[in-house]
């Protein structure tokens, strides 16, 4: 698949927790995306990491990036109830023109 | 938000009729993609198009067309639409490949 695959497909915290997801892949990358998606709106990017990198933060948002494994971790610090919604890596891929994206990890967090 | 807007948000068409739903960009972005999203798909790519009148396929393209005649307009169209359509489809804007991506608001298309 030229898919990344998050896990987990659905998670539940309470507010002020921290909120981890993960994304894996299979193929050769010049760098991962995150993207955020509210209920019934389009895709927000969230963060960039490229593939010669290993970690990135942007605000509550920290981003890590093995290509050894060929995975990536998306980490939500002192969630909010605003930050309920579904999460999806994507990946652009050496030598495509668009990006990949996966099926999303569906995140809620309960005031 | 960038200047991205799809029309029509929501429309109802019947099997076997033409369908275009239309792109608008403000931003003078190169790339720009229609994806379509289904319940445990995730978005999946149809077409996309890097310059006027340059499209390629995505991996859902069969049943699909599309134009780029002028840098901000991108068309999709359903040439005959089947109930398999049904999705909510969404235009995305990059400035260059491999780059943060611009999403619309999403049409919502149900064919019956």
């Known amino acids: 698949s030229q898919q990344g695959e998050e896990d987990p497909q659905a998670l539940s915290i309470q507010e002020g927790e921290n909120a981890t997801m993960n994304c894996s892949y299979k193929t050769s990358i010049n760098n991962l995306q995150w993207y955020r998606q509210n209920s019934g709106r389009g895709l927000v990017h969230l963060i960039l990491?490229?593939?010669?990198?290993r970690e990135k933060h942007s605000g509550r948002l920290r981003v890590t990036l093995d290509t050894s494994k060929k995975s990536s971790s998306l980490l939500i610090t002192a969630s909010r109830a605003a930050d309920t919604a579904s999460y999806f890596c994507?990946?652009?891929?050496?030598?495509?023109?668009?990006?990949?994206f996966g099926t999303g990890t569906r995140l809620t967090v309960i005031p | 938000d960038a200047g991205i807007t799809q029309s029509p948000r929501h429309k109802v068409t019947e099997t076997g009729t033409p369908v275009t739903l239309r792109c608008h960009q403000t931003?003078?972005?190169?790339?720009m993609y229609w994806y379509r999203q289904d319940p445990g798909h995730g978005l999946r790519l149809i077409h996309y198009?890097?310059?006027?009148?340059?499209?390629d396929k995505g991996e859902v393209s069969d049943g699909y067309s599309v134009s780029r005649s002028k840098t901000e307009d991108f068309l999709l169209t359903l040439e005959s639409a089947t109930s398999s359509q049904t999705s909510v489809y969404f235009c995305?804007?990059?400035?260059?490949?491999?780059?943060?991506?611009?999403f619309g608001q999403g049409t919502r298309l149900t064919v019956v």
């Open positions: 994507a990946l652009d891929q050496t030598g495509a023109n668009n990006l990949f």
């Open positions: 990491i490229r593939s010669n990198e």
């Open positions: 995305a804007i990059s400035l260059d490949r491999g780059l943060e991506a611009f």
């Open positions: 198009s890097y310059g006027v009148k340059d499209t």
């Open positions: 931003e003078n972005h190169r790339y």
